[in-house]
Nanobody, 121 residues
């Protein structure tokens, strides 16, 4: 059993900053790529940023230069630093991790429960 628990969402004014965290726990043999996705009301879930185990990153164009993804492998945690927030960044943000669980062959994707980010204009 693998769990992803997000924290750090909330209400912020446009131009402000928030940092999201996501901690993975449970029966983990290896923690591979991790990432953040978001879903706004009435829209599909979309990629925000991803990071490999050796910290190579990729970002959606709409967050480049404003958001930064990082991870702490010792803590099995991924972070998303969000700066210069805009009203259009309002969404539920979901953590994703590709995990190989202990006592299992192969890897699979796990999702957190989501954390609400609301940016007021």
């Amino acid at each position: 059993q693998v769990q992803l628990v997000e924290s750090g969402g909330g209400l912020v004014q446009a131009g402000g900053s928030l940092t999201l965290s996501c901690a993975a726990s449970g029966s983990i043999f290896s923690l591979n790529d991790m990432g953040w996705y978001r879903q706004a009301p009435g829209k599909q879930r979309e990629l925000v940023a991803r990071i490999t185990r050796d910290s190579s990153t990729n970002y959606a164009d709409f967050v480049k230069g404003r958001f930064a993804i990082s991870r702490d492998n010792a803590k099995n945690t991924v972070y998303l630093q969000m700066n210069s927030l805009k009203s259009e960044d309002t969404a539920v943000y979901y953590c994703n991790a590709n995990v190989r669980p202990r006592l299992m062959s192969g890897s699979r994707d796990y999702w957190g429960q989501g954390t609400q980010v609301t940016v007021s204009s």
